[in-house]
């Protein structure tokens, strides 16, 4: 009877724990959003390793990937949302390989892992299997399946081989699974171009939940570059894939479409009007934005990631990752953020995104930012509409990306009023930073900023008579605060601009 009542307060503590912040409104699904990062929910996985991926289960235990940059791939499990990770699993191992004729062994690296839950809640790992030396065996893509009623890892099955050198190898294994349970592996693949330097994206399928694989298909194909990375993210008619294009100097990222279930029964070539660059406006050819990955939203819009060195140095190696909102057809991607705070002399890449849930995304970086070595990282995002209709909406917004200090806003309708709540958050950690003032912003008839000192209540309140506002108007915010070197700062909304109220959020009555 103790024991189970231990594992029901268990239970409690975890549901508690699932609930993020931004879930009191769910997002309509026509709303534009920004994502606000939470610096104080960042945490470290592994003290070394790269590449990490994340997926959710349908019974909502977690499951995280990633190499151990010793020529292994692990696994991390979290039954508890997010707040305790097992102890690693190894999925893929590297092994030698005994050269022929030759008493001569060579270590055969697992890199670039992936994982995707089937709809029958298998699930396939996938990894790039990479030679230490040229000449000696084929690169590779493997793949394991779990069983998850019996928690059994098949054995490796090789799907495909490309050639045996680095420059003609096979990279960056991803997966989809159609809603006709069609699994598809999509992955880099200079296979087919061993006299030459290009590359393609190949896909093979599954119609049996990745007991038998089909032959390579090519997806995309620029002719003389080298198309690269690629994830693919399904709708209920179309697949899109995002991939790296070098069409003119440093690669950019681009987004390749095919119908389906007939997916990719044409390649996608330079001059095809399913292949788009992503970004709404065109970035110098010179900057790097490599390594991108996609994901949908709960709303519909997609998001994208990549690492560049934009307003950074030449040095692509010391990129960071960034983060780009597209809208409901994979276009146009801008609010433009950075989750990991990177420092010019450091990095964050190979990078993905996940959703944690309807409301929050995670963002998961291989980077030094807080160490010597690359580990890989998680922070979460909240989801924040960027219009919010006062007679049915709440509006919940999330300020505190550069540090453990922090600031929860709710603003809600309460007769002819709107009514706002301040909440401010910091950890024992942070005992030198100090919140200040919480600012705030209104542009409707005139532009209005409104400093509110902050005092000991746990909870302020702000209350503005709605009859002085125009039926549209946006709202800003703001906190002042000193940081643990004595300096005053101010940390804003996410996307905001102070001089621009078409960057804040903007509220109907």
Known sequence: MVFRLCQFVLWIISVFCAIDFVNAQDLDHSSDVRIAWDYSSMQQLADEG??????????????AIYENRKGDIHLKKSFDQGINWSNPEVIFSSYPY????????????????????????????????????????????????????????????????????FIDGCWEPSFLQLPNG???????????????NEQEISVIKSNDRGENWSTPQTVSFRKGRRDGMPVAVHTDQEIYLT????????????????????????PVLSDSKNRWYALDKAVDDSIYMGAPYLIKLSNGQFLLSYQTNRNRNHNWELSTMEVAIGNTEAKSFKNFT?????????????????????????????????????????????????????????ADIFIGSNSLLNLKVRAFKVDNSLKITFESTKSDTDKNYQMKEYLLYINGNNT????????????????VSLSTLPSNFHLGLAFRYVDNNGNIRIEKLANMTEENPETWIKIEK
């Open 50 to 63: 790269g590449y990490p991926r994340l997926i959710r289960l349908r019974n909502g235990n977690l499951f």
């Open 98 to 165: 005994h050269v022929d004729g030759s008493s001569e062994t060579v270590r055969i690296n697992a890199a670039n892992p992936e994982i995707i839950e089937l709809d029958n809640g298998d699930i396939l790992f996938a990894c790039n299997y990479r030679p230490r030396k040229d000449d000696v065996a084929p690169f590779s893509i493997g793949l394991k399946k779990m069983d998850i009623k019996t928690g059994q890892l098949s054995e490796v099955k090789i799907l495909y081989e490309a050639g045996k050198k």
């Open 182 to 196: 069609e699994v598809h592996i999509y992955f880099a693949n200079e296979g087919p171009y061993q006299k030459s």
């Open 243 to 266: 991939v790296e294009d070098n069409k003119i100097d440093q690669f950019k990222p681009y987004i390749i479409k095919s119908d389906f279930p007939n997916s990719w029964t044409e």
């Open 338 to 394: 950075q989750p990991f705070p990177v420092a010019l002399n450091k990095e964050a890449k190979w990078n993905s995104l996940a959703n944690w849930d309807k409301n929050t995304v995670v963002a998961l970086s291989s980077t030094n930012f807080k160490s010597e070595k690359i580990s890989p990282w998680l922070i979460k995002g909240y989801l924040i509409p960027n219009t919010v209709i006062l007679s049915s909406d709440t």
């Open 448 to 463: 209005e900023k409104i400093v509110i000192p902050v005092s000991k209540e746990k909870v302020q309140e702000k209350s």
